[in-house]
Structures are given as structure tokens and as C-alpha cells.
């Protein structure tokens, strides 16, 4: 521990379970000294995110679907009562299964809509509601993949909406940056969790990571959450409007 975070405070968004890239980066947090509330997504979650808010060491849980304007309003007058925010980790991603699965050209209109809402808007959403929270300086983290600017097999609509979710890092940096709030995204290579598996052939994808990648293995989930702490802590004052790959180096091999 180096208490890089101490002092600070953190909310971390899409704990689903310990496999959770969110909760390797709230780990991380709290080894780093971070104060840290977790939000989970509707009833069906929250006992599963007060027990994991309990083994991390977290202070509070909020309950917020980033798809429903209620929640999120809730979400801005809870924070209001708990001090100022200095970061904020987006780590929400959805696609229907049969999406990642077929030919990208039978993305029905409803399916690309709900990607692209869930998995892109929201994090503009997300930082209105936080916004007020963060008044004075802070840093805003996402979670993307290489599927935003390569083809990735199966990937299709969820590659189309991480597209769209890193040029929104871009412009909301560029609103942000007179308030001292800094927008990065992290692309991760591939990691077995809920999500991933939902994309066909995903192991596949490991493999080929694993045989082909610079350094010839996987992403640790935990590689992930450190890159998450640099860009929330000071020694990240001078990043914003990125996307940094934490990927065994995979993205620039071309075959
Ligand atoms: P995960 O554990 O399944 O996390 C995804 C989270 O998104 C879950 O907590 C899920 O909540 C939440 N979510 C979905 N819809 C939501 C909504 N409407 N409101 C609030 N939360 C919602 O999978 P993960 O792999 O860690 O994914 C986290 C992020 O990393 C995603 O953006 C993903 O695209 C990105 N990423 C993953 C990989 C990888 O290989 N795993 C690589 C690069 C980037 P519920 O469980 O309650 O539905």
C-alpha cells in the first residue's frame, strides 16, 4: 500500500460479483486509501453488492440503473450529502446475448439502441449526476475494448457502442477540463467475467490473446484496477480525453 488514494474519494459503478473488473478497481482503491461507495443495479443485486461492499470496505451502497433518470437524480442528491468526490469509475456494459453472437449486420434496431443506451450514454448521464459532486476536480474512468476500433469477432454491437463511449470520453473531457474534471477510458484485454461471457466463443478470444499478445498472457483484472488508481490519483493530474490499453500489449499486433 502506498496510499495514493488517501484523502480521497471514490464511487465505483458495476460490481456484479468478485469477478467484477469494478471490483478488482475498488480493491485497489481501498488498498490505496480511497473512501468508497458502490452502487449496485436494482433490488436483485443489492444484497450481493452489500456483501461485497463489505469485504472491499466500502462505506455506503446506492442503488442506480444508469438507464433510469430517477435513479440517477437520486444518485446526485445522495452524494450531495457525503463530501466532495474525487473519483468515479463507469465499469457498465450490456448487449442482448443473441447480438453477440450472429453476423453484425442482423443487429435488430431495438437491440443497438439498448447497447448503445446502456453501455455508451449512460456514462454522459453518469456524469451529469455526479457532476456537482465532483465540482472543483476529479477524475471520470470508463471501461472499454479493442472492439471499439478493430473488428472483433462477435464483439459487433457492443464494439459499435465502445466506439461511441471513447469519442464521449473525448467531449466530455473537453466539457469537463474547465472544472479540473478529467474523463480517460481504460481498454482492457479480454478477462473472464459475467459479461464476457455472454460473447460467443470468448475463450477463443483468450487463447489467441494469450499466443499472439507482446507479453504472451492475459490481462490480470489487477493490471486493470493499478492503471484505474494512476488515473485517479495525483500522478494522473496531466491525463484526460484518453484511452489507455491495459492489454498485454495486444492491440498494436497486426497477423
Ligand atoms: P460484469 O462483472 O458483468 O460487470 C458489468 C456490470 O454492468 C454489472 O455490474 C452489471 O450489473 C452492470 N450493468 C448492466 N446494466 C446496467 C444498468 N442498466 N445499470 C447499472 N448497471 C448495469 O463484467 P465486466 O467484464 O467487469 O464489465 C465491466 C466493464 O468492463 C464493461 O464496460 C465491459 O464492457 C468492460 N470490459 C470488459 C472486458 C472483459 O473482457 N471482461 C474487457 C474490456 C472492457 P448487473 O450484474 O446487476 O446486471
Excluded at 471490483?23 to 433490488?43: D, M, N, P
Aim: charged share 20%.
Amino acid at each position: 500500500m502506498s496510499d495514493l488514494l488517501q484523502g480521497k474519494t471514490a464511487l465505483v459503478l458495476g460490481i456484479a460479483n468478485k469477478w467484477s473488473l469494478a471490483y478488482a478497481i475498488a480493491e485497489a482503491f481501498r488498498r490505496e486509501g480511497a473512501r468508497l461507495f458502490l452502487t449496485y443495479q436494482g433490488e436483485r443485486q443489492r444484497l450481493t453488492v452489500e456483501d461485497l461492499a463489505e469485504a472491499v470496505g466500502a462505506e455506503k451502497t446506492i442503488n442506480c440503473d444508469v438507464t433510469l433518470e430517477d435513479d440517477l437524480t437520486r444518485l446526485t442528491e445522495t452524494l450531495d450529502g457525503l463530501g466532495h468526490l474525487d473519483a468515479v469509475v463507469h465499469s457498465i456494459a450490456f448487449a442482448n446475448r443473441e447480438d453477440l453472437s450472429r453476423p453484425f449486420i442482423e443487429t435488430s434496431r431495438a437491440g443497438y439502441l439498448l447497447a448503445q443506451e446502456v453501455s455508451s450514454y449512460s456514462l454522459t448521464a453518469v456524469a451529469r449526476a455526479v457532476r456537482p459532486s465532483m465540482a472543483g476536480g476529479g477524475s471520470l474512468i470508463t471501461l472499454s475494448y479493442l472492439g471499439a476500433v478493430r473488428v472483433v469477432q462477435n464483439y459487433n454491437v457492443m464494439g459499435v457502442a465502445k466506439a461511441a463511449l471513447e469519442a464521449s470520453v473525448r467531449y466530455l473531457a473537453a466539457d469537463l477540463g474547465p472544472a479540473n474534471i478529467r474523463v480517460n477510458a481504460i481498454s482492457a484485454g479480454p478477462v473472464k467475467t459475467t459479461s464476457a461471457r455472454g460473447i460467443k466463443d470468448f475463450s477463443q478470444v483468450l487463447d489467441g490473446v494469450a499466443q499472439e499478445s507482446p507479453l504472451k498472457r492475459n490481462t490480470d483484472p489487477a493490471e486493470v484496477a493499478d492503471t484505474a488508481v494512476f488515473l485517479a490519483s495525483h500522478l494522473g493530474r496531466g491525463v484526460t480525453g484518453n484511452v489507455v490499453y491495459v492489454d498485454a500489449g495486444f492491440q498494436i499486433v497486426a497477423l
